[in-house]
């Protein structure tokens, strides 16, 4: 059945975004999750952000910590599945469940098995050519679940 929307899947009220940074650094695709964590809080969702290393959870964390001198992003790093996170947010180094986020984003080189159960979900990929591929795999892998995700490039503007 085709959408009327593409990017949304209107049977389950769920969005789906591919963000494509200008910027080719690390630090501006964390900065851009910074920004995405903090609208989807003000908008109430419980927010989870996978990635593949303590490394790169550590700076997530030292950015979260500090991205707004007007607002506390309450959040956590959640190491491995059986660590359960009560905070509103947490930094991901293990596979997310979908009833446990409303908002997922994903920055790392595995796209989650229930991609297609998140009520939302953000790919965020910096222009760099590696992380570009994967994020381009990512994209053909939702496509084969039937999901369109709306594209953000920024690139283009």
């Known amino acids: 059945m085709p959408e009327s929307n593409p990017g949304v899947r209107n049977e389950r009220n769920q969005s789906y975004w591919f963000h ?10 964390n900065l851009h999750t910074a920004k995405l964590v903090f609208k989807a809080r003000q908008q109430g969702d419980r927010v989870g952000i996978v990635c593949d290393t303590m490394q790169h959870a550590r700076e997530l964390d030292d950015l979260l910590w500090n991205f707004s001198p007007d607002a506390f992003i309450p959040h956590s ?6 660590t359960t ?6 930094i991901l180094l293990c596979p997310p469940v979908a009833e446990d986020w409303d908002t ?35 994209f053909k892998q939702l496509r084969a679940l039937g999901i369109e995700p709306r ?3 920024q690139r283009k503007r």
């Open 77 to 82: 790093i959640v190491p491995d599945s059986a």
């Open 85 to 90: 996170c009560t905070d509103p947010v947490g």
């Open 104 to 138: 997922v984003i994903i920055l790392s080189d595995t796209l989650p098995a229930e991609a297609d159960r998140f009520k939302r979900l953000a790919l965020v990929a910096h222009n760099d050519e590696a992380v570009l591929g994967q994020a381009r795999s990512h």
């Open 20 to 29: 494509i940074l200008t910027q080719n650094t690390p630090a501006a695709r």
């Open 151 to 153: 594209v953000h490039d």
